[in-house]
């Protein structure tokens, strides 16, 4: 059962244009942290499923990285987004649902010490946009 659980969540993943990030085709998996969790654990949050990425990376890499971003916002039917110049810095998105889950993708960059921290979070569940505002605060 949990093999077909990660495998359906896998493969919400793969309909995304971010997917190659969670999945160390963009920054080597060495470089990054990645936090995955699902079931009960997640039942407060209202959500079923959470993977997160976060890693550090050049100027450059973190353009491709919100370009990729870019795209699920551009083709989903919610999104929230803020840049900062050119930069993407703040995504709040829900692609189409798939099935009856509610899908959703967040992203933030933040400029430290010459390097860009970026996190992207892939989630599904029952939560609205308005639940994960009050869980995610910007930073």
Not at 38 to 64: I, T
Request: a neutral charge; one cysteine or more; hydrophobic letters at 45%.
């Amino acid at each position: 059962m949990a093999f077909l659980l990660f495998a359906v969540a896998t493969w919400a993943q793969r309909g995304l244009n971010c997917y190659p990030v969670f999945v160390g085709k963009v920054v080597p998996g060495k470089q990054m942290v990645v936090t995955e969790v699902r079931g009960s654990s997640m039942a407060a949050y209202k959500l079923d499923y959470y993977r997160g990425v976060s890693f550090h990376v050049e100027k450059e890499l973190a353009f491709r990285v919100a370009a990729l971003v870019e795209q699920d916002a551009d083709a989903a039917p919610v999104k929230e987004t803020e840049k900062v110049g050119d930069l993407l810095t703040y995504a709040l998105v829900q692609p189409a649902p798939s099935g009856i889950t509610n899908r959703y993708l967040c992203y933030q960059a933040r400029e430290a010490d010459g390097e860009w921290k970026l996190t992207l979070l892939y989630l599904e569940g029952p939560a609205t946009l308005e639940d994960l505002r009050k869980m995610f605060e910007k930073q």
